[in-house]
C-alpha cells in the first residue's frame, strides 16, 4: 500500500516540464494556440450541452409513473423534425468554425520541400544527427546545440537529418517538424520574441535520445548581427 501511495505523485510529477505550447511566443506559435484553445473550447461547449441535457433528462423523467426510453416521446412530430435538423446542422457548423482556421493555418505553416521554398527572411541551416543539433548561418559560422535568433524577423529553417528520423521542436516557438532522410524540408517561424527557450528532439531516435536538446536564444537584430559576423 505504501509503494502505491508513493507511485501516485510520481505520476505527476512524471509530467512536470518548464516548457509548454499554451506560452507562445512567436506568431507561428500563437497560431498554433490559436487553434488548440478554438478546439478546446469547441469540445467544451459540446461536453456542457451534452451533460446539461443528460442531467435534465435524468430528473425529468426519473420518477415519472410512465418512463420512456426515448425522451423525445412526449415531442410532436413538428417538435421531433426541428430537433433532428438542430443535432444534425449544429455539428456541421462547429465543424466549419474549427475546420476553416485549421486548413488556413496548415497551409501557410506547414514546411515545404527547398524546391518548392520561397521565403524571404533570416535563413538558417539545421543538421540533425545522434544526439546533436548543428546550426549553420549565412556568415558560414557553424554553432552546437545552440540556436540564436533575431527577435521579430521570418526565420527560415532548412532542416535535414544526416542519419534516423529525427524531429524539431521549440514548443514556446512552433509545433515540431520531422525530419526524414534524405528528405530536406523548410520551415518558417516567424517574428520570435526575446527570450531563451528549450529545443529538443521529438521523436525517439536511439539510446541517447533524451539527451539530444538544444537551446533557442532570441536576441535584438544588433546582438544577432554582431554574433554572426564575429
Known amino acids: 500500500m505504501k509503494k502505491i501511495r508513493l507511485l501516485f505523485p510520481l505520476l505527476l510529477l512524471s509530467g512536470c516540464s518548464n516548457i509548454t505550447v499554451l506560452n507562445p511566443k512567436s506568431t507561428t506559435g500563437k497560431d498554433q494556440a490559436f487553434l488548440i484553445w478554438l478546439g478546446f473550447g469547441i469540445m467544451f461547449l459540446v461536453l456542457a450541452v451534452v451533460f446539461f441535457l443528460l442531467v435534465k433528462i435524468i430528473i425529468t423523467y426519473r420518477y415519472k409513473k410512465e418512463r420512456e426510453h426515448d425522451p423525445t416521446h412526449y415531442l410532436n412530430d413538428k417538435q421531433k423534425r426541428h430537433l433532428q435538423l438542430a443535432w444534425t446542422i449544429i455539428p456541421i457548423i462547429l465543424l466549419v468554425i474549427l475546420a476553416i482556421p485549421a486548413l488556413w493555418i496548415s497551409y501557410h505553416q506547414s514546411p515545404v520541400a527547398e524546391a518548392e521554398s520561397r521565403h524571404e527572411g533570416v535563413h538558417i541551416h539545421v543538421s540533425a544527427k545522434q544526439f546533436q543539433w548543428t546550426f549553420t548561418y549565412d556568415t558560414d559560422k557553424t554553432e552546437e546545440n545552440l540556436l540564436i535568433l533575431p527577435e521579430g524577423e521570418s526565420i527560415i529553417l532548412h532542416l535535414s537529418t544526416e542519419d534516423v528520423i529525427h524531429s524539431f521542436w521549440v514548443p514556446e516557438l512552433a509545433g ?55
Open 176 to 230: 515540431k517538424v520531422d525530419l526524414i532522410p534524405n528528405k530536406p524540408i523548410v520551415y518558417e517561424i516567424k517574428e520570435p520574441e526575446i527570450g531563451v527557450y528549450k529545443g529538443k528532439c521529438a521523436e525517439y531516435c536511439g539510446i541517447q535520445h533524451a539527451n539530444m536538446t538544444f537551446t533557442v536564444k532570441v536576441v535584438s537584430k544588433e546582438e544577432y548581427e554582431n554574433y554572426i559576423n564575429n
